[in-house]
């Protein structure tokens, strides 16, 4: 049972647009969320985070937002940029001092230049 | 200056054999993980050691065992190849019991 769901598995975009990634999750005990970005042949690198007192973090040109009643998060990316094409994971725990995380199956983002 | 580091990155195996992943980390945690990554790209813990005591042990065959020498090492054994442990294996580590993991570039196991 996939507790935290990515579907559109892959999308384009144009340098310098927005990227809008989307993230659900089942299990309402799930209070922090973390975005990991993966380059191919290499591991996945902490990108962002939000923990569920909040409903929107921003780090330079990303931001995270979560709608807990809908048990839904977004990322953000503006502008993208090429070095942005990656596959991109969702994933989220119960706690911030909760180690178990559990993660989505990744959208592959290419930006087109 | 490789923060986590795993060797080797690809493993070519017959089925039946016996084979070790290393993993190290510099950055001075105290927590250390091993996920897996299977076919349709989940990846899912399989454990989890904080200051070389086991923490986390996801349902996974006995086949598999994780061993941590020290606090910088996470090493993953794995017995009796099956053609179903084909994957990639991510080594990670945090600091503590905290969110922010830090993964190694994987190791592509094949198993033949």
């Known amino acids: 049972d996939q507790q935290v769901k990515q579907n559109s598995p892959s999308l384009s975009v144009q340098e310098g647009r927005i990227s809008i990634l989307n993230c659900d999750y089942t299990?309402?005990?799930?209070?922090?969320f973390l975005w990991y970005k993966k380059y191919p042949a290499e591991g996945p690198t902490f990108l962002i985070s939000i923990s569920s007192i909040k409903d929107k973090n921003e780090d330079g040109r990303f931001t995270v937002f979560l709608n807990k009643s809908a048990k839904h998060l977004s990322l953000h990316i503006v502008p993208s940029q090429p070095g942005d094409s990656a596959v991109y994971f969702c994933a989220a725990s119960e706690g911030a001092g909760n180690n178990r995380l559990a993660f989505g199956k990744g959208n592959q983002v290419v930006v087109i230049p | 200056d490789t923060a986590v580091s795993q060797t080797p990155k690809y493993l070519v195996t017959q089925m039946g054999n016996d084979k070790s992943i290393k993993c190290e980390q510099n950055?001075?945690?105290?927590?250390m993980y091993w996920y897996k990554q299977d076919s349709k790209k989940f990846l899912k813990i399989m454990f989890s050691y904080n200051n070389k005591e086991l923490i986390i042990n996801e349902t996974v065959p006995n086949r598999f065992s994780p061993k941590s020498p020290d606090k910088a090492h996470l090493n993953l054994h794995i017995n009796s190849l099956e053609l179903g442990d084909s994957a990639v294996y991510f080594c990670a580590s945090s600091q503590g019991r905290k969110d922010t993991q830090y993964f190694g570039p994987g190791t592509r196991l094949t198993v033949l």
């Open positions: 299990n309402s005990m799930f209070d922090y």
């Open positions: 950055l001075g945690h105290d927590t």
